[in-house]
């Protein structure tokens, strides 16, 4: 495991450079305020700052300038903090340095620990990409008044800063495994680029706690982000699944991987969503009815994802969309008329029968042979009760046993059929249901769409929203999370988050590069916490300590209904979880 991430480092660094060169960033549509920035000092302003806040671009900071700061973690864990850098003047190129991790002080009497190298950190600018105020589904409306967050964590970690500029920084801190528990020491370096001169020097202390986090293929949590493999190889030119196109892909699944996801996304017959995305999806198994009538079907492409995607790190559960598609049809080759052939149909028709017996027969014996019946599962999207009973049925006529996913709403009539059932949020299980669901290996998770104005996962969402969804699921026994997009681009995705039917941001959570997002990184933070949660209770629990235990979740509590307001928001919350876990 250690092996696999150290190669997404070194991916990040020599991989793809079209994608990596430096990319302007987008303007700020609001006008900056002359008088504040007058007020400054005319240099470099630099300061530790808060994640739990998107800092304006033309506007200075409001905080206190802090040059020494601490934070807590686990072995294993990795970290995000943010700085700013600020300033009246157009700067010099600035450059961003961390240094090696020195003990400074040790837990349980040890005395001796490694220094950590500084290899185990990154410091990266933070760019701005345009957002604006819609939280909704539907088209997305026209006049209203874009503005820039600071979202995607860029590949450079040099830049100048313009006048009357504000630019955050955000470190990536991964927690080696064997490190020994205790207080270490770095420093945060800001240098002019040309002559590696310190302009400014921020303090770190990393506070590492006498526990481990499980590696992310073995956590508890259930992660699901579909994905979409084919906006990489339309964003980069080059053929869907070629060589380059598994090439290109590979740093994205890698850092998907990372966070602990479990499932591999597969598409059986053209496009199951309509026209909710900007790449359309291609089959990954080529269907043909031949001259003859009988059906054939070629699963190279199919087969090559997954085991290009157990190669990432993901493989524990392979979810095929899709039996009932949006707009019901389904695409195949045609031998007789020599061309792709739309069958337009129903869940309830003699020929959407046939059609799928004949293909589920083929594609279960082909499962088997492989060794992926057993964690293969056909997928649907937000279907209704009629349409996945529909399907059901004709699965378990054809092949018995076959296993079933949905996304969508709660139906009691689905609780004991389906083995991945993914209700939305703000609806619930109950607690016979869960239990049964449990003692099947089943899992039952909560997703979030355009529907939730908050919490989210859009770019106008306030950044500690995306750690408070996986602390929601928990709070609400679900066993994770599921979100429809990771990495669903327009043509745009680095300088602007709208889209035509969606919120901001709601089609994907990642940049081209790949380059990480704070929201991307404040999730993952999330699902640590909600391990951390898990790992707390069962030892609290054994040991009988009902005092911490409650206390523990009390806090976990506070997430259970979902609902944020000024003045209980998600960073309240988040914040008070994290030191009691951590502290």
């Not at 989210?456 to 429809?484: M, Q």
Request: aromatic share 14%; with cysteine; net charge negative.
């Amino acid at each position: 495991m250690k092996n696999r991430f150290f190669c997404v480092v070194l991916s990040l660094c020599f991989f793809a450079p079209s994608i990596y060169a430096q990319y302007k960033s987008t303007q700020d549509y609001r006008e900056a305020d002359d008088e504040q920035w007058a007020q400054l000092e005319r240099r470099l302003h630099a300061s530790w700052a808060s994640r739990d806040v998107h800092y304006g671009k033309t506007t200075v900071p409001q905080l206190q300038l802090k040059s020494d700061t601490v934070v807590y973690a686990w072995r294993g864990e990795r970290v995000g903090v943010e700085a700013v850098l600020f300033s009246p003047v157009t700067t010099e190129k600035l450059a961003l340095r961390l240094s090696d991790w020195t003990p400074t002080r040790l837990l349980g009497g040890q005395n001796f620990a490694k220094t950590i190298p500084a290899t185990q950190g990154t410091a990266r600018f933070l760019r701005y990409v345009l957002t604006d105020e819609f939280k909704s589904c539907g088209k997305h409306p026209d006049g209203l008044t874009p503005y820039s967050v600071p979202d995607v964590i860029d590949l450079e970690n040099t830049m100048a800063v313009e006048a009357r500029t504000t630019y955050p920084v955000w470190l990536t801190l991964e927690i080696p495994r064997d490190a020994a528990a205790g207080e270490y020491t770095l420093f945060l370096d800001v240098q002019n680029a040309e002559n590696q001169a310190v302009v400014s020097r921020l303090k770190l202390r990393v506070n590492i706690v006498d526990r481990t986090l499980p590696t992310p293929e073995n956590q508890a949590f259930h992660l699901d982000f579909w994905q979409q493999p084919y906006s990489v190889s339309r964003y980069e030119g080059v053929e869907r699944w070629s060589d380059r196109h598994f090439e290109l892909l590979r740093p994205y699944m890698e850092l998907l991987a990372r966070a602990g996801q479990s499932v591999v996304s597969a598409i059986l017959f053209y496009e199951p969503w309509g026209d909710q995305s900007h790449d359309k999806f291609s089959p990954m198994i080529q269907t043909t009815k031949k001259r003859n009538g009988k059906w054939a079907y070629d699963y190279t492409i199919f087969d090559r994802w997954v085991e290009f995607m157990a190669s990432c790190g993901i493989s524990k559960q392979i979810d095929c969309f899709s039996m009932v598609p949006w707009d019901m049809t389904f695409r195949y080759y045609d031998e007789a008329q020599g061309k792709d052939v739309d069958l337009k149909t129903t869940t309830s028709s003699a020929e959407y029968k046939a059609l799928w017996t004949s293909f589920l027969k083929s594609f279960a014996a082909h499962l088997k042979k492989k060794g992926w019946f057993e964690k293969t599962l056909i997928a649907m999207d937000e279907r209704g009760l009629q349409n996945m009973l529909d399907a059901y049925g004709i699965a378990q006529e054809a092949v018995p046993g076959m296993k079933m996913a949905l996304a969508g709403n709660y139906h009691k009539e689905l609780t004991d059929k389906l083995a991945d059932y993914c209700i939305a949020f703000g609806q619930s299980f109950t607690a016979d249901e869960l239990k049964m669901r449990r003692e099947k290996g089943w899992y039952s998770t909560v997703y979030t769409c355009c529907t939730e104005k908050e919490p989210n996962l859009f770019t106008n969402s306030r950044p500690a929203e995306a750690a408070y969804l996986p602390l929601y699921a928990i709070a609400n026994d679900f066993d994770g999370y599921l979100h429809w997009s990771w990495m669903n681009w327009h043509d745009t995705p680095l300088t602007d988050s709208r889209f035509r039917l969606f919120s901001p941001g709601d089609t994907y959570v990642i940049y081209p590069g790949p380059r990480s997002s704070v929201r991307w990184e404040r999730f993952i933070e999330g699902v640590e916490q909600a391990e951390k949660v898990r790992i707390l209770r069962e030892e609290y629990a054994k040991n009988g300590d009902s005092e911490a235990l409650k206390k523990l979740n009390e806090a976990v509590e506070a997430f259970k209904s979902g609902n944020l307001t000024l003045a209980e928001p998600a960073s309240k919350v988040v914040n008070q979880l994290e030191n009691i876990v951590n502290k």
